[in-house]
């Protein structure tokens, strides 16, 4: 009986331009249609044509400040949904050094809507396991008494995020990696943190995280990782995502 509703959704995923754009979004962040538009290689008008269906449908959220529209993810389940689509499609080859540097980037370190994704991700979420902060059951973590006291003099708040109309504490699917990352409005509080202590920054135009000297430093003593920002594939070939 959901199958029409099925197809209009991969219809909508289905389209280049469109697929672009909320890859784009995945940052977790707003944009402008002009933004997204030139992201995608469209004129204006197009994107907003691509945009109203994507509203329309209920992928997006939209807000206005001024003379701008601003569109983001409506939910943190859609970006679930593009990740976990990311793991089975097929990569492609990249054809320049900056493409090649920014697929790097994204495989090392970034946001998957809100939470931190990539190899970085991978080794945090598996740094908590085996610490016993967290444990996986299927799919979703959970936060031992270990971890609370651990997430608690990290600095977040757990009753405040437990509130949340939203997962607590989930698996999520990397698709570079093959592996899970901790998502949920834990893995969101986690990041924020990172970006907030200076471990982390955005990387403009682009959902790759930067990791800082801070960071490099902070991820040792807190959580005994010694990390750089390098980071190959499975095959020593350079994809694009």
């Not at 008494?145 to 651990?150: A, D, L, S």
């Not at 920054?201 to 920002?229: C, M, P, Q, V, Y």
Request: hydrophobic content about 40%; proline content about 2%; glycine content about 8%.
């Amino acid at each position: 009986m959901h199958s029409p509703h099925v197809a209009a959704a991969a219809s909508l995923l289905s389209e280049e331009s469109r697929s672009i754009m909320l890859t784009m979004m995945m940052d977790g962040r707003f944009h402008t249609s002009g933004e997204l538009a030139r992201a995608a290689g469209i004129t204006p008008q197009t994107a907003s044509f691509h945009l109203k269906k994507l509203e329309e449908a209920g992928f997006l959220a939209q807000t206005k400040q001024g003379r701008h529209r601003y569109y983001g993810l409506k939910d943190p389940a859609i970006a679930q949904v593009i990740e976990s689509l990311l793991t089975i499609t097929l990569p492609v080859k990249v054809s320049s050094f900056s493409q090649a540097a920014e697929d790097q980037a994204i495989r090392y370190a970034r946001t998957c809507y809100d939470h931190l994704a990539g190899s970085l991700g991978i080794l945090v979420a598996e740094t908590l396991t085996s610490n016993r902060y967290i444990k996986k059951d299927q799919d979703q973590y959970i936060l031992t008494p270990k971890g609370e006291t651990f997430f608690s003099s990290f600095g977040i708040d757990l009753e405040a995020i437990r509130g949340k109309r939203r997962s607590f504490c989930h698996c999520c699917l990397d698709w570079s990696e093959r592996k899970h990352h901790l998502a949920g409005s834990l893995g969101n509080a986690l990041l924020e943190c990172f970006l907030e202590l200076g471990w982390l920054k955005r990387k403009s135009g682009s959902r790759a995280l930067l990791l800082t000297e801070i960071g490099r430093n902070g991820f040792a003593e807190i959580f005994d990782l010694d990390i750089t920002n390098k980071h190959k594939t499975h095959d020593n070939k350079v994809y694009l995502r």
